[in-house]
């Protein structure tokens, strides 16, 4: 099938950036996975030509497309976020453009109804996976010297999206970072600790950009925890590597952004984190004071509220006290018992 006539045979057109950048980050996604034109358009129900004309800005991509690329690329909601932007710059376009023709090619009035187009799973069965893994968990590789690519096209195509919304921070972006925080925590149990380091910061400083902005109070909010949440991963993982200092601080902004947002779970993650070290250092006494004091801040059914439990556990073990030790055992599991489903598998 012949590939779609691009406006510019190299490049979009300079005056619509979100097009182009849009083009570019799903393009910079698809080859970090590994993945030609050919392979996302199967994976994602479309012909290979739509996926390169999208690259290449010749086309207005439908929703449907780029939330199955979205999904497949593991992009965090970055795509869908510059996709209401790219196509309220198709608007501003000179004159008509002719729209590609093929299998899975959209109206140009922007439907998404248009004879022959797929509208149910991937042509594999299997949207949303992705054949091989990027480096990191959806993070991307930096640029070698002189490069012209960014360095994280996924924070960046994020920022431009944010400030074209006058500063502030749509759902759909606030949605797509609270499941990138997700990915890092899983991403801790398997990778180095100094293979994540970077992309956990970046995400932060990406955060706390946001938080200069005008926020409604309940993204605020939402913002602070996830914030708080990079920032104990960032406390664990420098603790991992050796670097205690900045593991310390850390875990203290951990706690104050939690405090600020007032979520109870999240400052008590942060005070067991100091129990757990007091438990390593040996300083059982400061360890049993932490875990109590941290099972206060926790919501009763949490797992804060087990470890912290588990921590008194081994405290009071390490001190004698071994009957106190039991019962703290015992409602540790007791706790545990509550939690939902998705939070003990």
Not at 120 to 136: F, I
Not at 140 to 168: F, H, T
Not at 200 to 217: C, E, I
């Amino acid at each position: 099938m012949p590939e779609p006539e691009p406006l510019d045979p190299r490049t979009p057109e300079p005056a619509l950036p979100f097009t182009a950048c849009l083009g570019t980050l799903l393009r910079r996604l698809r080859t970090l996975h590994g993945l030609t034109q050919a392979d996302l358009g199967r994976r994602t129900g479309y012909d290979g030509s739509y996926v390169g004309a999208t690259e290449r800005a010749a086309v207005r991509p439908s929703r449907t497309l780029i939330e199955r690329c979205d999904h497949t690329l593991q992009a965090g909601g970055a795509l869908l976020t510059l996709w209401p932007l790219a196509v309220r710059e198709w608007g501003t376009r000179a004159g008509p453009v002719p729209p590609p023709t093929g299998h899975g090619l959209e109206d140009p009035t922007g439907s998404d109804v248009v004879p022959g187009r797929p509208i149910g799973p991937g042509a594999d069965g299997t949207p949303g996976r992705p054949a091989a893994a990027a480096p990191g968990p959806g993070v991307a590789a930096a640029p070698g010297p002189g490069a012209g690519p960014p360095a994280d096209p996924v924070l960046e195509a994020m920022e431009l999206a944010r400030q074209a919304e006058a500063s502030e921070l749509g759902e759909e972006a606030m949605a797509g970072l609270e499941r990138t925080v997700g990915r890092l925590e899983r991403a801790a149990l398997a990778t180095p600790p100094g293979e994540l380091i970077p992309a956990v910061r970046a995400r932060r400083r990406y955060a706390g950009r946001l938080l200069g902005g005008r926020l409604p109070l309940g993204r605020h909010r939402r913002l602070l925890v996830a914030a708080g949440r990079l920032s104990l991963l960032l406390a664990r993982l420098h603790d991992d590597a050796g670097d205690r200092e900045a593991a310390e601080a850390d875990r203290d902004t951990a706690f104050r952004l939690a405090c600020q947002a007032d979520e109870g779970e999240l400052a008590a993650l942060a005070v067991e984190l100091l129990a757990a070290w007091a438990l390593v250092g040996g300083r059982f006494d400061d360890a049993l004071a932490l875990a109590r004091s941290g099972q206060d801040l926790a919501p009763p059914a949490s797992t804060a509220a087990v470890q912290l439990a588990l921590d008194e556990a081994r405290a009071l073990a390490s001190l004698g006290q071994h009957a106190e030790a039991a019962g703290a055992r015992q409602l540790a599991a007791l706790t545990r018992a509550m939690l939902p489903r998705a939070a003990t598998s």
